[in-house]
């Protein structure tokens, strides 16, 4: 029989119960010694001999996994390998006295290494999918290099037009005919399309359109920019735009006392078909009078419950830089505004717009005031090295970058392609914001909706699968913000506990409340000193 091994005299505290179980388990096995295959007792003796003399927990964990295996499968305990009990348990506690937070080999091998195993098992089948099912724009970036090179010979732009806004917007496709020279479409479709452009108005940046992939049908990026036939088609009564019944002033909209929204332009870089203000986009672009911005001021200036002031548009980022530094400046001169958002597409449109100037417009205004850049991204498929770039130089000159996604069929509805969506945009430097449900109000978007469950679901399975930060809040807009998360709270129960549903696996589990008479007792912390 082998010898206990040595081992030093740090304390550690007596066996957890989860080592406990592990010895009873380990010698609650009977013992076939003559039966064991002599490869496996050599094994079984270099494992051992590795695991005595290490100062790594690894070869001790080795040991234990080949010994709990063989106990489970073979009916064999350690002593069948001539190991006894003493010999593992000072193993056992050579491993707690190695690890900086003397975590118990009971504990690791058998309750943490199965739930990472459970965990891993969870997101094997994403992993697995993420970057064929829904790759993003820099998987697909060789494949956008050779559709920029085709777009700027169709249009006979230079790479200088290429890579200025003004180059961009001027040879931007907005007609169908230029639109069928880029893109290749059916028959029917290009019919189709030209009839839902007499009503409904198309323009996208020649950048915008090399993120298209030929030949995927319902690419995200064609879905989200090329109108089809079902926003004329769909059946139903447009509710009117949030314009008279939410906005007390001049381009002011309105939900919350603390904070409101300034229409401040109609233009956008490019028009998307999912568009919340389609109507109010339709008309020609502006940019507004001084008057009009006076008066938008006027109203916040007056209203000191304001602190949160949202510039939007269409686009705050297509206003020159001259009109968006005056905007800021006189927000930040009104004490009661405290933090300002600048609402924007551009960066995944035409990221050639973001200029130094520009940049430095953000952070001065940011060294006031915290400022935050709210985008909308919908699939990962528009982050492109470019616009990854574009955000990460966003985010060294403002508080944060946060994205406000819609959820949309075809584009980002299943939980693959949303989970790829929101780590995607955080590596590029942009929280997981929002997620609001399409709206309602338009039958335009109807072919776009998808249900609030389907919704749900896919929130609800990123907990404990993907980075917290990484995951956003569900939202319907209905007169306001509406949180859509599916309740974890099972019931109360009579000794002062809950039972809570983790969303990922739908286990439950006994939370404890916290004691009422204890919550009631005003007399604590340093309040406990005055009596």
């Known amino acids: 029989m082998e010898q206990s091994c040595h081992h030093t005299d740090r304390p550690t505290s007596d066996w957890d119960q989860y080592t406990e179980a592990l010895f009873t388990t380990l010698f609650a096995a009977g013992d076939n010694d003559t039966t064991v295959p002599e490869d496996e007792q050599q094994t079984v003796a270099q494992l051992l001999a590795e695991a005595r003399q290490t100062d790594k927990t690894g070869p001790i964990l080795d040991l234990f996994s080949f010994l709990l295996n063989q106990a489970g499968e073979n009916r064999r305990s350690p002593t069948a390998f001539t190991i006894d009990r003493p010999t593992l348990e000072d193993l056992a506690r050579k491993h707690q006295q190695i690890d900086e937070h003397l975590v118990s080999i009971g504990g690791r091998l058998t309750q943490a290494r199965p739930i990472a195993v459970e965990a891993n098992q969870r997101v094997d089948e994403y992993l697995a999918e993420k970057d064929t099912v829904a790759p993003s724009g820099i998987e697909l970036w060789d494949t956008i290099l050779e559709n920029q090179q085709r777009i700027k010979k169709a249009l006979s732009m230079t790479d200088e037009e290429w890579h200025s806004f003004p180059g961009q917007i001027r040879h931007s496709i907005d007609s169908i005919d230029t639109l069928a020279g880029l893109v290749d479409l059916p028959e029917a479709a290009v019919a189709s399309i030209t009839k839902v452009t007499e009503k409904y108005r198309m323009r996208l940046t020649p950048y915008y ?127 009661h505004v405290k933090l300002k958002r600048l609402g924007t597409r551009v960066p995944v449109t035409v990221p050639m717009r973001v200029d130094e100037e520009l940049l430095d417009i953000i952070e001065a205004s940011n060294d006031r005031k915290p400022i935050r850049v709210v985008t909308q991204i919908n699939t990962a498929q528009e982050i492109t090295p470019v616009s990854r770039d574009t955000f990460r130089r966003i985010s060294k000159r403002c508080f944060t970058v946060l994205n406000q ?56 399975s990123m907990y404990g699968n993907i980075s917290g930060d990484a995951i956003p809040r569900y939202i319907a807009t209905a007169g306001g913000k509406i949180p859509l998360h599916r309740s974890n709270v099972v019931t109360m129960n009579d000794n002062n506990s809950y039972t809570l549903k983790k969303p990922w696996n739908g286990q439950e589990v006994s939370y404890p409340d916290a004691d009422p008479q204890l919550y009631a007792n005003d007399h604590f912390a340093f309040a406990g000193y005055q009596r």
């Open 209 to 335: 359109t090399s993120l298209i992939m030929p030949g995927s049908v319902n690419d995200p990026i064609m879905l989200q920019s090329i109108p089809t036939g079902e926003m004329i088609d769909n059946a139903g009564i447009e509710i009117p735009p949030v314009a008279a019944d939410h906005s007390p002033a001049r381009l002011i909209d309105q939900f919350y006392p603390r904070v409101v929204t300034i229409k401040a332009t109609n233009m956008c870089a490019m028009y998307c078909t999912h568009c919340l203000r389609i109507a109010h986009i339709g008309r020609k672009d502006q940019i507004y009078s001084r008057d009009a911005y006076n008066e938008a001021l006027d109203y916040i200036r007056s209203n000191t419950r304001i602190r949160d002031v949202l510039i939007t548009g269409g686009d705050a980022f297509v206003l020159p830089n001259s009109m968006l530094k005056w905007l800021l400046e006189e927000l930040d001169r009104i004490d």
């Open 405 to 460: 996604a819609v959820l949309l069929k075809g584009i980002n509805d299943s939980r693959v392609k949303m989970w790829k969506l929101c780590e995607t945009i955080q590596e590029a430097y942009v929280r997981p914001y929002y997620i609001f449900n399409c709206s309602y109000r338009n039958p335009q978007f109807t072919h776009f909706r998808v249900p609030l469950e389907v919704g749900r679901d896919i929130v609800e």
